[in-house]
């Protein structure tokens, strides 16, 4: 029965199976927590700057559209990349959870996609960011990873946070219903590949992913939006699609959900709301939007969230003991 169950699902690997040796840790896997926690950080702000480069893009192309574009070319880079990997671990374990989390993804950027056609881009950006709450009780009821108040009272501030620095006004509509749904699968997808991503291989469970959201969003295009011309094909679209598909998707979740394995999900999902404060920085600096002491307010709250995440603020114990 054993050998006809390893047989169905496969035997699992690591994030990098060549960085175990000898019972150590080495390679990508030997780098320090620190490491990753800025990965994660840069690959906010550059989603971040991502809001300021597609802006024009949604005006062209249809929002399924986009995403079969931007998942599908990623999915061929990443078997390209690695397909050895793919075809050693093509099972049913691997296809289930990378799958899973590509409905996950899939689902999360549609209902904030659709919801952004009903509420201003601040209040997405802050609905989007509530994922940061989200992710610590999730993690703890799929994984039982330790929940602290440290991770709730950083999450707490983080929210308060984007809150002064996306928000334009505190009324709900339909719009921001759906991008709160939005949000939770976001979580439920962070808290996944956190949790699946310490014992199998996450750049074969990231291809699947890609996979399952370009071909999700190919079929949801076909069922119910229009086609698009051929003279919507300008060089400037042909490079923001290659910019998104290269670097904010293949590069970007690749590094998102490797860091997430090396890295406690509470942690990581308030890291990766930096993506939030992030993008109105960028419209600061780009496109002149006015900086002003909300902004300035809501930055130092988000700044002090993580300080709090990583240092429990015991420096201003020692400082008072002394």
Request: with cysteine.
């Amino acid at each position: 029965m054993e050998t006809i169950k390893k047989h169905i699902w496969g035997s699992d690997a690591p994030v990098a199976p060549e960085d175990r040796g000898a019972g150590r840790l080495r390679g990508a896997g030997a780098r320090s927590p620190l490491f990753w926690k800025l990965l994660l950080v840069s690959m906010a702000c550059i989603w971040g700057f991502s809001f300021y480069v597609v802006k024009d893009a949604l005006d062209v192309l249809p929002s399924f559209y986009l995403l079969a574009w931007r998942f599908g070319s990623s999915a061929i880079i990443m078997f390209v990349l690695f397909h050895r990997r793919v075809l050693a671990h093509f099972n049913a374990r691997y296809l289930a959870v990378g799958l899973g989390m590509g409905v996950l993804e899939w689902a999360a950027y549609s209902l904030q996609t659709i919801g952004l056609t009903d509420t201003t881009a601040g209040k997405s950006a802050f609905l989007t960011g509530t994922y940061c709450i989200l992710v610590p009780f999730i993690s703890y009821l799929i994984s039982r990873e330790k929940l602290t108040r440290y991770n709730m009272g950083a999450a707490l501030l983080c929210l308060a946070g984007i809150g002064l620095v996306a928000l334009d006004s505190l009324t709900v509509g339909l719009g921001d219903a759906l991008t709160l749904g939005g949000a939770i699968f976001f979580a439920f997808q962070i808290a996944m590949a956190a949790k699946y991503g310490q014992d199998m291989d996450i750049n074969v469970l990231t291809f699947w992913m890609f996979a399952a959201v370009g071909a999700l969003s190919f079929v949801s295009t076909l069922a119910c939006e229009p086609a698009v011309p051929a003279s919507a094909w300008t060089p400037q679209l042909v490079g923001v699609i290659a910019f998104l598909s290269i670097i904010c998707t293949c590069v970007g979740l690749l590094i998102q959900n490797i860091g997430l394995a090396h890295v406690p999900s509470s942690t990581g999902s308030l890291l990766l709301s930096m993506e939030s404060p992030s993008g109105v920085f960028f419209s600061v600096v780009l496109a002149g939007e006015m900086l002003t002491v909300r902004l300035l307010a809501g930055f130092a709250l988000i700044f002090c969230s993580i300080v709090l995440s990583e240092t429990h603020f015991s420096f201003l114990r020692r400082r008072g003991r002394r």
